[in-house]
Protein backbone atom coordinates (compact mmCIF):
# COMPACT_ATOMS: atom_id res chain seq x y z
CA UNK A 1 0.00 0.00 0.00
CA UNK A 2 3.02 2.12 0.74
CA UNK A 3 4.22 2.18 -3.07
CA UNK A 4 0.50 2.90 -3.96
CA UNK A 5 0.61 6.07 -2.06
CA UNK A 6 3.47 7.65 -3.02
CA UNK A 7 2.93 6.61 -7.00
CA UNK A 8 -0.34 8.88 -6.11
CA UNK A 9 1.66 11.85 -4.39
CA UNK A 10 4.17 11.74 -7.13
CA UNK A 11 0.88 12.24 -9.61
CA UNK A 12 -0.74 14.85 -7.82
CA UNK A 13 2.76 16.81 -7.56
CA UNK A 14 3.60 16.17 -11.30
CA UNK A 15 -0.18 17.53 -12.93
CA UNK A 16 0.33 20.76 -10.08
CA UNK A 17 3.57 21.15 -12.05
CA UNK A 18 2.07 21.02 -14.99
CA UNK A 19 -0.84 23.15 -13.96
CA UNK A 20 1.12 25.70 -12.87
CA UNK A 21 3.46 25.69 -15.95
CA UNK A 22 0.74 25.83 -18.38
CA UNK A 23 -1.06 28.50 -16.46
CA UNK A 24 2.19 30.83 -16.36
CA UNK A 25 3.57 30.32 -20.07
CA UNK A 26 -0.13 29.83 -21.94
CA UNK A 27 -2.53 32.15 -19.84
CA UNK A 28 -1.49 35.27 -18.96
CA UNK A 29 -3.58 37.58 -17.02
CA UNK A 30 -4.55 39.86 -19.83
CA UNK A 31 -6.80 42.39 -18.13
CA UNK A 32 -4.01 43.08 -15.22
CA UNK A 33 -2.09 43.50 -18.56
CA UNK A 34 -4.35 45.79 -20.30
CA UNK A 35 -6.79 47.78 -17.71
CA UNK A 36 -5.67 49.72 -14.59
CA UNK A 37 -8.78 49.46 -12.65
CA UNK A 38 -11.63 47.33 -11.25
CA UNK A 39 -13.86 48.87 -13.11
CA UNK A 40 -12.47 49.14 -16.77
CA UNK A 41 -11.66 45.16 -15.82
CA UNK A 42 -15.63 44.49 -14.99
CA UNK A 43 -16.98 46.83 -18.08
CA UNK A 44 -14.76 44.64 -20.13
CA UNK A 45 -15.79 41.38 -19.16
CA UNK A 46 -19.67 42.98 -19.46
CA UNK A 47 -18.93 43.74 -22.62
CA UNK A 48 -17.27 40.53 -23.88
CA UNK A 49 -20.10 38.57 -22.39
CA UNK A 50 -23.20 40.70 -24.13
CA UNK A 51 -21.63 40.73 -27.61
Not at 20 to 32: D, G
Amino acid sequence: MTIGKKLWALIIIKLALIFLLLRLFFFPNVLQERYDTDEERAEAVRNALTK
